[in-house]
C-alpha cells in the first residue's frame, strides 16, 4: 500500500498536515524522541521526554539528504546550530506538543494514530503562527521534514532535502499569497 494521504492546510496563522506512514505506531513514535532517528528526518539533540522537558534540535540539514547536497547558502550559518524547545504535552505513542522558538513562533503538535497494524496516519498542527513569512518558512520546512520521514519509513532513497524544501516552500508561499 503506498502513501497516500497528503493533506495541507497551509494559512497565515496556522498550517496542519496530514499523512499517512508505512510504519506501525511504536516505530513512528521513535522517529519522534529518539534523537538519533529524529536527526534522520528533522533534528537531533537531547531528549527529556516528559512534560516541562527539553526537545533537544540540532540544524544538521547536510544530513538529511542520501545523495552529497550542501545547504543552500540561506541556511548555511545554521548548520551545527543547536537549541531545545519545551514539551508541552507528551502521551506516548500518540502525541507530542511542543514550543517553537520558545513560543514566539507558535506551538507544534503531533498526534499519531494507527490505523493498520503497519500503518500510521500522522497529523501534525503548527499553530499561533505571526503571519505569511512564517507560514511560507515552516510550511516548507515541515512539508519537506515529513516527505523526508516518510521516505525513511518506506525505506526509500532521499536524493535532496533541499529540492523537496524547494517545493514545498513554493506551495507554502502560493497557500498564503507570497507565490
Known amino acids: 500500500m503506498a502513501d497516500t494521504l497528503t493533506a495541507d492546510t497551509i494559512t ?21 524522541v529518539d534523537p538519533e532517528l ?9 531528549t527529556e521526554p516528559q512534560v ?11 544530513d538529511l539528504s542520501d545523495d552529497d547536497v550542501p545547504n543552500p547558502e540561506r541556511y548555511a550559518e545554521y548548520e551545527g546550530k543547536a537549541w531545545s524547545e519545551t514539551i508541552l504535552k507528551i ?3 500518540h502525541l507530542l506538543a511542543f ?7 507558535g506551538e507544534v503538535t503531533i498526534e499519531l494514530f494507527a490505523f493498520a497494524s503497519d500503518r500510521t496516519r ?7 503562527l505571526r ?4 507560514a511560507r518558512s515552516f510550511g516548507g520546512g515541515w512539508a519537506a521534514h515529513l516527505a523526508v520521514l516518510q521516505k525513511r519509513l518506506a525505506g526509500a532513497h ?4 533541499w529540492d523537496l524544501h524547494t517545493e514545498a516552500e513554493k506551495r507554502a508561499a502560493e497557500a498564503v499569497g507570497l507565490g
Open 12 to 32: 497565515p496563522q496556522m498550517l496542519r498536515f496530514e499523512r499517512d506512514l508505512a510504519a506501525p505506531i511504536e516505530t513512528v513514535w521513535q522517529y519522534l
Open 38 to 46: 529524529r536527526a534522520r528526518w528533522f533534528m537531533g539533540g537531547p
Open 52 to 62: 516541562g522537558g527539553k526537545l533537544g534540535l540540532t540544524f544538521n540539514h547536510q
Open 91 to 93: 502521551e506516548p505513542p
Open 99 to 105: 514550543t517553537w522558538d520558545n513560543g514566539e513562533a
Open 122 to 128: 500522522l497529523v501534525l498542527t503548527h499553530n499561533r
Open 131 to 134: 503571519g505569511p513569512e512564517d
Open 158 to 161: 532521499v536524493a535532496s532535502f
